[in-house]
Each structure stands twice: as C-alpha cells, then as structure tokens.
Antibody, heavy 120, light 110 residues
C-alpha cells in the first residue's frame, strides 16, 4: 500500500522560506503516469492546489502561487519537496502531499498533512 | 473564491437522501471528470467518488456521483451519523493545466 509522509518545520517566520518534504513508501515515485502534488488547507477553509511534479522533474504550479513556489523530485530517495518563498501569515495552513493521475484531479493517496504556522 | 462552486452547508436526518451540488465551467467540469472527497474532522481528504461516478474499493454504495454539462452532484442515501464531514468536488481545469477544487460543503446529520 502506497504511503506518503510530510515532514518539515511547523513554524516559519514571515518573509522566510517554507520547506517541506514528502517521503513516498510502498511504491516507486518513478513508476506509472502520476503527478506528485502539494495541496494546502488554511485553518477552517477549503483545499487549494499548490503544484505538482512528474518523476522527470517537470513541474506545474498554481498561477496564484507560481512566483513563490518551487517543487522538486529526488527519485533516488523516493521523495519530493516543496519550497514556498517569502511567506506571510496567509500561508499558514495544513500542507498535504498527494498522488494524482496525469490530467486528472483524483488524488488517490494522501499524506496525513502537516500544519505550518507563519509567525514571528 | 474557489473555481468550483458548492453550497457551504447541507443537512439531513438519519436514513434520508442528501445531495451536494458542484458547479463549474466548460474548462473543468464541462470537459473533464469530476472527483469527490470526504474529509472527516482532523484527517486528510479521502477520495469518495472518482471519474464522475466510480466508487473506489471500500466506499459504500450509499454514495453515488453524477455529472451533467458543467455541473456535478454527490448523492448520499441512507444517511448515517458517520457521514457528517466536509465534502469537496474537484476536476482538472484545462485553462489552469491543473486541478481545481470546490469550496467544500459541510454535511450535518441532524
């Protein structure tokens, strides 16, 4: 059974960079036609797609965040990462990593999520 | 402001049938599959319906989905207390070249 697990600091200062990693186990990040994505959910609010990466390293980003986001993949370590630069309090959210089919919005495997708070 | 539009809340009594709507446009629901997620409090979303009307293994047949034009619906029959959760629709958006979500519907079982 595929499992995803987010890791990273739970507190980030304003204007700094939020960095998270998603470790994939129970399957290879290199196999199949899947995107590996990041989604976030501010407290009490809905889901927002941040972006995704294919095993080749090709990325797609939500235009609303594109200028501040970098997503990368390390197939040798079977994990992918998120960097969100110049964060503000509005970036406080639970961040999820998840797998979805190319060209589809069916996120079939999710991490448990990690709360990141932006505060000084 | 979410790209897909859902009612913020819905409710029903045990045993009732409840529907949740999801409205989009030609660039998302109108040309791509719709997927539905259930999010129980404090947990990650779980795919409930994929590809408009397909239930993943383990999802009860009380849950069903449909799509017509640029709208979609999730139906829950035989409502149970454990169905109390937030429900999200999602679809690929050709203009965005990425997935878009509805704002979520909080289902209360009275």
């Amino acid at each position: 059974q595929l499992q995803l697990q987010e890791s990273g600091p739970g507190l980030v200062k304003p204007s700094e960079t939020l960095s998270l990693s998603c470790m994939v186990s129970g399957g290879s990040i290199s196999s199949g036609n899947y995107y590996w994505g990041w989604i976030r959910q501010p407290p009490g609010k809905g889901l927002e797609w941040i972006g995704n990466v294919y095993n080749s390293g090709k990325t797609n980003y939500n235009p609303s965040l594109k200028s501040r986001v970098t997503i990368s993949v390390d197939t040798s370590k079977n994990h992918f990462s998120l960097k969100l630069h110049s964060v503000t309090a509005a970036d406080t959210a639970v961040y999820y990593c998840a797998r979805h089919w190319i060209g589809e919005a069916n996120f079939d495997f999710w991490g448990q999520g990690t709360l990141v708070t932006v505060s000084s | 402001q979410s790209v897909l539009t859902q009612p913020p809340s819905a409710s029903g009594t045990p045993g009732q049938r409840v529907t949740v709507s999801c409205s989009g446009s030609s660039s998302n629901i109108g040309s791509n599959y719709v997927h539905w997620y259930q999010q129980l409090p404090g947990t990650a979303p779980k795919v409930l319906i994929q590809f408009n009307n397909q239930r993943p293994s383990g999802v009860p047949d009380r849950f069903s989905g449909s799509r017509s034009g640029t709208s979609a619906s999730l139906a829950i029959s035989g409502l149970r207390s454990e169905d109390e959760a937030d429900y999200y629709c999602a679809a690929w958006d050709d203009g965005l070249s990425g997935p878009v979500f509805g704002g979520g519907t909080k289902l209360t079982v009275l």
